[in-house]
Antibody, heavy 115, light 106 residues
């Protein structure tokens, strides 16, 4: 059974930083292209960014609203995906989901940016 | 960036109805399109990939069609479990979601 478990969400002040994680099991993580998707309260889905598998270069791409502030990385030895979020803004408040493109999703972790 | 526009934003229907949701891309994306279903408080669920391929385990009443810039998700006979919000997503260039279509009870 595939499981994706996000952790690390919480309350952070504007301008602050936070790292959220996604622990994967039941998949060959090394081969997986992984994405982060967020959903602000009462709003639709927004793609945040993606990291390719290391065998395909391990490169990252980001949506315009987070480019330069967010960084996606992966530790294949731990089957874990990360999202480092810096210079956080109130508009970054959302549930953050990790996704194995495109089949599997985690349950999400809530990040709240507020003073 | 590729923009995705879904219509309608809200759809009121009854059990047994045939319903269709349209997704338009701002440029051609070939068939690099997925459809998801999301229920309140839950993660999205993949229904259709590559525009018309049904994900394993998804009921056959769901179907997808289209290519280029116009795509359709059809539910042939709406069931009670299908009242939810539906999203399209392009993966031709980076990824972009449509704004969502809420299917509600008429």
């Amino acid at each position: 059974e595939v499981q994706l478990v996000e952790s690390g969400g919480g309350l952070v002040k504007p301008g602050g930083s936070l790292r959220v994680s996604c622990a994967a099991s039941g998949i060959t993580f090394t081969n997986a292209w992984m994405s982060w998707v967020r959903q602000a309260p009462g709003k639709g889905l927004e793609w945040v960014g993606r990291i390719k598998s290391k065998t395909e270069g391990g490169t990252t791409d980001y949506a315009a609203p987070v480019k330069g502030r967010f960084t996606i990385s992966r530790d294949d030895s731990k089957n874990t995906l990360y999202l480092q979020m810096n210079s956080l803004r109130t508009e970054d408040t959302a549930v953050y989901y990790c996704q194995v493109e495109f089949d599997y999703w985690g349950q999400g972790t809530l990040v709240t940016v507020s003073s | 960036d590729i923009q995705m526009t879904q219509s309608p934003s809200t759809l009121s229907a009854s059990v047994g109805d045939r319903v269709s949701i349209t997704c338009r891309a701002s440029q051609s994306i070939s068939t690099w399109l997925a459809w998801y279903q999301q229920k309140p408080g839950k993660a999205p669920k993949l229904l259709i990939y590559k525009a018309s391929n049904l994900e394993s385990g998804v009921p056959s009443r769901f179907s997808g069609s289209g290519s280029g810039t116009e795509f359709t998700l059809t539910i042939s006979s709406l069931q009670a479990d299908d009242f939810a919000t539906y999203y399209c997503q392009q993966y031709f260039s980076y990824r972009t979601f449509g704004q969502g279509t809420k299917v509600e009870i008429k």
